[in-house]
Nanobody
Framework: QVQLVESGGGSVQAGGSLRLSCRVS????SRWSRRCMGWFRQTPGK??????????????RYADSMKGRFTISQDNAKNTLYLQMNSLKPEDTAMYYC??????????????WGQGTQVTVSS
């Protein structure tokens, strides 16, 4: 069974930092030779948006508004995906989800999702 469990969300003031973690089923990291992991976020009434994606070779992609502030990384030995968020802004407030999918960054279809962790940034 594929499971993704996020943690690390919380409340922070603008300009602060948070690091999100996503513990992933070992199956994904041990058996999926061509995988992508991603972070997404969603606020009520808005569509879910991609935050950052990383592939099996540690190639990454970021949404324009996150470039330079957020860093996606993964620890294969710990089956864990991370999102370091710096210089947080109130508009970063959202539920953050991690996801896993088979394929390259260009072709990935994210099939598995976590339950989400809330990030709230106050001004």
């Amino acid at each position: 069974q594929v499971q993704l469990v996020e943690s690390g969300g919380g409340s922070v003031q603008a300009g602060g930092s948070l690091r999100l973690s996503c513990r992933v089923s070992r199956y994904i990291y041990s058996r999926w030779s061509r995988r992508c992991m991603g972070w997404f976020r969603q606020t009520p009434g808005k569509e879910r948006e991609e935050v950052a994606v990383i592939d099996s070779d540690d190639r990454s992609r970021y949404a324009d508004s996150m470039k330079g502030r957020f860093t996606i990384s993964q620890d294969n030995a710990k089956n864990t995906l991370y999102l370091q968020m710096n210089s947080l802004k109130p508009e970063d407030t959202a539920m953050y989800y991690c996801a896993a999918g088979w394929g390259t960054i260009a072709t990935v279809d994210f099939s598995y999702w976590g339950q989400g962790t809330q990030v709230t940034v106050s001004s």
